[in-house]
């Protein structure tokens, strides 16, 4: 099993109560959607259903959801309907979308989930095989940027340039960006967060002292997160 899917699968019955960015990210990111009726909606990475949930606060107007997510702990979490799929798969590999048509009007989001693409370049291509408006929203390298640096680690994350550059190969892209900052009354809740939220994914590479070394000289009470907010539209030649 991939190294993300542990990390994510491991918490997931607590991934609710460990993803307070996230939970904003998703709903920043639904009120972006200027909802008309929506035909199919195709979440991916979807989760525990952040998303749908903000969807369901807003409009019951769309037709179908479909579910996307790796990890079927997450997708046993994910509400269920008559209009819901729910699919496993993985977002690095070629079949993830083979077989998903939306149809006119439908749409693509992703929040807080591209960020663990293995080679972004590759799942956009995937992506953009559905001829869709997408909206995504991306953690970017500037995600526990200070704590990057005092730990001397470079992020295991796409930088915004990366995102923006390669996104712009497969869509007509508008761009905005968001920074937030989440506060710890100690730098152990902060480190038990870092560990539970899902966010750090990969990068647990640190060892204990390491660890204990970086809580010591990481003097700020906050941790810091930047997401990169993503409008895009199909190129003409692409859906044809
Ligand atoms: C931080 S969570 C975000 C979940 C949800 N979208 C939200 O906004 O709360 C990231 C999700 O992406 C999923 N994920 C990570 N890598 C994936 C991959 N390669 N293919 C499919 N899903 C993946 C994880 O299992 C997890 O449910």
């Keep these: 099993m991939p190294e993300v899917v542990e990390e994510f699968s491991r918490f997931a019955s607590q991934y609710d109560s460990y993803s307070i960015i996230q939970a904003q990210v998703a709903k920043t990111l639904v009120e972006m959607i200027p909802f008309g009726h929506q035909t199919t909606i195709l979440d991916i990475g979807c989760g525990s259903g952040m998303v749908y949930k903000n969807i369901m606060e807003l409009t019951r107007s769309f037709d179908n959801f479909i579910a996307l997510d790796f990890s079927p702990q997450m997708l046993a979490l994910h509400p269920c309907a008559t209009n819901i799929e729910k699919i496993e798969a993985d977002f690095n590999s070629f079949h993830a979308f083979k077989n998903i048509s939306l149809g006119e009007g439908g749409v693509v989001l992703s929040s807080s989930a591209l960020q663990w693409c293995k080679d972004l370049d590759f799942t956009l291509a995937q992506i953009a095989q559905i001829p869709c408006q997408v909206y995504f929203a991306i953690f970017t390298a500037n995600t526990f940027k200070t704590l990057h640096q005092v730990a001397g680690i470079t992020s295991p994350i796409y930088p915004q340039s990366i995102l923006k550059d390669t996104i712009q190969k497969y869509y007509h892209a508008s761009f905005e960006t968001k ?62």
């Excluded at 060892?207 to 190129?235: P, W």
């Design 179 to 240: 920074e937030y900052r989440l506060e710890f009354g100690s730098a152990r809740e902060m480190f038990r967060y870092i560990k539970k939220s899902g966010v750090s994914g990969r990068e647990r590479k640190l060892t204990y002292k390491q660890t204990k070394a970086l809580m010591e000289s990481y003097t700020l009470n906050y941790l810091e997160f930047e997401v990169l907010f993503v409008k895009g539209d199909i190129f003409e030649s692409k859906t044809t």
